[in-house]
């Protein structure tokens, strides 16, 4: 009997201990199926699939909008007024945006505050970031090597918060001017905010609805596409237009 109870015991231990393991946090399956919400998600914004670039914790689109496979799936149809994302920063975050300058980033300090200047001079608009370099803070933005070609991305807002991250292909923009290496910061900036590019129909990109009362094209949006070196350098009449709609 004694001989008997002793593999029945391993058996019983074993089991618990596996299905303590199957629940725990990190689960590989309820990552994955948060991913999988994630992709729906973009093809519901209208992001084609030839668009999307998977890695392995983000997905990026248009080459410089990055959705996390972790971000926080906003609930219900995207809104029908664009060309933004249909998720925007809640109210009680738009206000004190804090942008966390990497140690990589500091050699282009100037050309951040210039960024952050425009977007908080925009009249009858709750946008406001702030610049720190310790502590807490919701959006960082650090130096990466994107590639040829591609000069910065930016992240999508989700739950409520602004997007987490901006990446600046330092070595890309290195040569271009002041301006424009503010303005390439300046752009991504909008895209935590939620907007897409202003010229998506121009570049191929996929269809985009616009911000009620402010649609159209616009040659002098700084928040167009395919431009990093040669863009506008300050927010257009109808950028501040769709930024004062959508945040009040």
Request: hydrophobic share 40%.
């Amino acid at each position: 009997m004694k001989n008997m109870l002793f593999p029945l015991l391993l058996l019983i231990i074993c089991f618990a201990a596996c299905k303590k393991s199957a629940e725990g946090p990190g689960d590989p399956q309820t990552e994955y199926d948060n991913a999988k919400k994630v992709l729906a998600y973009i093809h519901d914004l209208g992001f084609p699939s030839d668009r999307i670039v998977e890695n392995a914790n983000e997905f990026i689109v248009e080459e410089d909008i990055i959705f996390p496979k972790n971000m926080e799936v906003p609930a219900g149809k995207v809104r029908a007024e664009q060309y933004y994302t249909g998720s925007l920063v809640s109210a009680s975050n738009v206000t004190n945006i804090r942008l966390m300058v990497d140690a990589s980033m500091i050699s282009m300090l100037s050309e951040i505050n210039s960024a952050v200047s425009q977007w908080n001079g925009v009249a009858n608009c709750s946008i406001n970031w702030t610049v720190v370099t310790s502590g807490s803070y919701d959006v960082l933005i650090v130096d990466s090597n994107l590639g040829s070609g591609v000069c910065g991305q930016g992240t999508f807002p989700s739950g409520g918060r602004a997007g987490s991250t901006i990446r600046i292909n330092k070595a890309q923009i290195a040569g271009n001017s002041f301006a424009q290496r503010a303005r390439t910061i300046c752009h991504e900036m909008g895209h935590n905010v939620s907007f897409r590019h202003t010229n998506w129909s121009a570049i191929g990109e996929s269809s985009a609805t616009p911000v009620p009362g402010v649609g159209g094209t616009d040659a002098s949006s700084l928040m167009n596409g395919g431009q990093c070196g040669s863009g506008a350098t300050t927010l257009s009449t109808k950028d501040k237009q769709a930024a004062a709609a959508l945040y009040p």
